[in-house]
């Protein structure tokens, strides 16, 4: 056995193997035959070995980038998408969790006790500007069936925070309270008072000039039309949509409390054929009872038709409600329209879950009841809010065979 150094190593060779031994512990045990079971020398690694190491080293690394980016992708990536769900629902004839009646009436008897449910419905939405929706809430919304993933930019302007989000959706749901308020109580006869004020005038409205912020609406007339005078929005715009550009309008109007009266020529309609003022109006609305909504949390406009029902119940001593679970949705205007809303399979949804078996929704929307509408659950149209009293009628004479239902094909 022979003994030589290379490199600073200190090598041993026997026939054609050589031995590579640490040059310290070569000057410690200089044979290495002399080695003792206690010190033994660790036999070479060869070139496979290290290898194979090597690509195991490197699956395992990859495995786990593989993980951590599947982890960021499903937990904390935000995807632009918006997931609509069914959302509580809240019976309007009920009360909240403080016992205070959801909608509580001074100024006129009531008749509270004995009613049966009426329930406004709401969806549960997740994402848009300051909410995130990750992967693993994508997941779980396509197992479930009730649910609807949107874009983001196509319900929520880019430009719009979450807290002009909330504050938009608060305001229109004062708006449709206001209205439910004005038609509830003129169905029942008593006098309500709708004033229009104009709230601003564009430089480029024919009216500029002449009308001024704050002044009170009072009539309209125009050659060949005799004054009318301006109760509603909609008779406005019927009246106007009547007359061609330019036609020269007269309007008796309030300013500071004096009558004043203008002229002016009258601006194409945005859409279609007639005219419009092109000035935007604030409606005030003046009621003889005192309403209040106890309903914190929620949003937006589709709950005018089921609080009009609500307050109509209660202020009515022959019951209009029945043993009979009744949910529904719509918006509604000062001359009880029932206007459109979104998210209908998931409000049809929340309300079967809820115990109902009856769901009003408006005629416009039979479309969207097309293959979502809940097994037991039927759904009548409604156009306008005189439709809806009507089918709680039939309802509560346990007519419901009777009713009209959305065609369920397209």
């Known amino acids: 056995m022979n003994k030589f150094s290379r490199n600073g190593l200190c090598f041993w060779r026997q026939g054609l193997e050589e031995v590579v031994v640490n040059k310290e512990l070569c000057a410690h045990n200089p044979d290495p035959e002399a080695r003792t079971q206690s010190d033994p020398i660790s036999p070479p690694v060869s070139r496979s070995q290290t290898q194979h190491r090597s690509r195991g080293l490197s699956q395992w690394t990859l495995s786990l980038a593989l993980i951590l980016v599947g982890l960021y992708f499903l937990l ?4 632009p998408v918006v997931i609509n769900s069914p959302g509580p629902t809240f019976d309007v004839l009920g009360k909240t969790r403080d016992g205070v009646p959801l909608i509580e009436i001074k100024g006129a008897k009531t008749y509270p006790e004995g009613n049966g449910q009426l329930r406004m419905t709401t969806v549960s939405s997740l994402g848009g500007p300051g909410s995130m929706v990750n992967g693993l809430d994508i997941i779980m919304s396509i197992l479930n069936p009730s649910s609807e993933i949107t874009p983001e930019e196509s319900i929520y302007p880019r430009q719009l925070t979450s ?22 109580l003129s169905s029942l006869g ?15 409205s024919p009216a500029y000039g002449s009308l001024k912020s704050g002044d009170t609406l ?47 020529p009258s601006m194409a309609a945005a859409t279609g054929k007639g005219s419009q003022l092109g000035v935007l109006l604030n409606s005030s609305i003046d009621v003889p009872l005192d309403i209040k909504f106890h309903l914190k949390d929620v949003g937006g406009p589709s709950a005018g038709t089921m609080f009009a029902l609500g307050i109509v119940e209660q202020l009515t001593e022959q019951r209009i409600t029945s043993r009979h679970n009744v949910a529904g949705t719509g918006t509604i205007n000062l001359v009880g329209k ?16 809820d115990g109902a078996e ?12 097309v293959g979502h509408v809940p097994q037991g659950l039927k759904v009548t149209p409604i156009t306008t809010f005189n439709d809806a009293l009507r089918a709680l009628e ?12 959305c065609p369920q094909s397209k």
């Open 76 to 79: 904390f990536f935000r995807y």
């Open 163 to 184: 807290k002009q989000i909330k504050t938009i959706g608060l305001q229109q749901m004062d708006q449709s309270q206001l209205a439910a308020e004005s038609v509830a």
């Open 190 to 204: 008593y006098q309500v008072n709708i004033t229009w004020t104009a709230a601003e005038v564009p430089k480029e």
């Open 218 to 264: 009072v009539s309209i007339a125009a050659p060949n039309h005799p004054a009318m005078p301006i109760k509603t929005i909609e008779e406005l715009h019927k009246f106007l949509r009547e007359l061609p550009p330019g036609t020269q309008l007269k309007l008796e109007v309030t300013r500071k409390g004096n009558p004043v009266s203008l002229q002016f």
């Open 338 to 353: 029932v206007g459109p809303i979104s998210g209908i399979p998931q409000k049809m949804a929340g309300a079967k879950q």
């Open 358 to 369: 009856f769901f009003l929704a408006p005629s416009e929307n039979c479309a969207d009841t």
């Open 394 to 405: 039939l309802i509560r004479q346990d007519r419901g065979k009777d009713l009209p239902t």
